[in-house]
């Protein structure tokens, strides 16, 4: 009798002839193993299964060609997943070489404190001139915006009025004038922000200005900042960089 490929057999991991009990115990062990591992146990299975076939029950041609195919998807995935693994990899190390250049720069992040510190330039009667820099999300367009800058006791020392803002990030800047025309002292402050839009409060969130001092590399592949107040942030809380 001739032996041909005619009928159908659902797949060489789901039934092997005797004779071929050993290439599926290879094929048990190779689950998770590498790709190449994987199409090397088929094609042993495949040509012992072949072997071994009934003659009166002969392997399907079309049946062979399917599992070809699907362990060549099987190993073209892994070789994908492989590729996109080293993409990652290079795209983290890139990012970590440009977040150093970070270092040195002025962020927004959350927070409400502001720092009154010397800007390098000249102020009135020969002293330094002095500024704080802050920010603020706003949810809506809003007809007023105001800043109170607080001190430590968390009174107010001056109010700036923005006027009219629209939606979105917004920032500010404070030269240390107090309300009362004093200049106030180098150091922390707070602040807070009053919106309102035809009479009704609009909800603003506060962003802190802070210097990144370095950059700290995490376990798994992220990024945090090392900020001047002694905190860290990952880069997607960082609202804004000067």
Not at 37 to 45: G, H, N
Not at 49 to 75: C, E, G, H, R, Y
């Amino acid at each position: 009798m001739t032996v041909h490929a005619t009928s159908a057999l659902a797949s060489p991991l789901q039934q092997t002839p005797t004779g071929a009990s050993s290439a599926t115990a290879t094929s048990s062990s190779a689950t998770g193993t590498s790709a190449q591992s994987l199409s090397d146990t088929f094609l042993k299975l495949l040509v012992a299964q072949m072997k071994n076939q009934d003659p009166l029950n002969p392997v399907d041609n079309s049946q062979v060609t399917s599992q070809m195919a699907q362990i060549s998807t099987v190993t073209g995935i892994s070789s994908l997943n492989s590729t996109v693994s080293q993409l990652v990899s290079q795209l983290q190390q890139s990012q970590a070489v440009q977040s150093t250049q970070l270092a040195g720069h002025t962020v927004l992040v959350p927070g409400s404190s502001l720092t009154l510190a010397s800007t390098g330039a000249s102020g009135s009667s020969s002293s330094p001139a002095l500024a704080a820099y802050g920010g603020f999300s706003l949810t809506q367009a809003a007809d007023s915006v105001s800043v109170a800058v607080k001190d430590s006791t968390g009174a107010t020392v001056r109010t700036i009025n923005l006027g009219a803002l629209g939606a979105g990030l917004q920032d500010f800047s404070w030269d240390g004038a107090t309300d009362s025309g004093a200049q106030a002292a180098a150091g922390s402050y707070s602040y807070t922000v009053t919106a309102k839009a035809a009479g009704q409060s609009v909800s603003a969130t506060t962003y802190s200005a802070q210097q990144v001092v370095g950059v700290a590399p995490q376990s798994d592949g992220t990024l945090q900042f090392l900020l001047s107040n002694g905190s860290q942030v990952g880069f997607s809380s960082i609202a804004q960089m000067q």
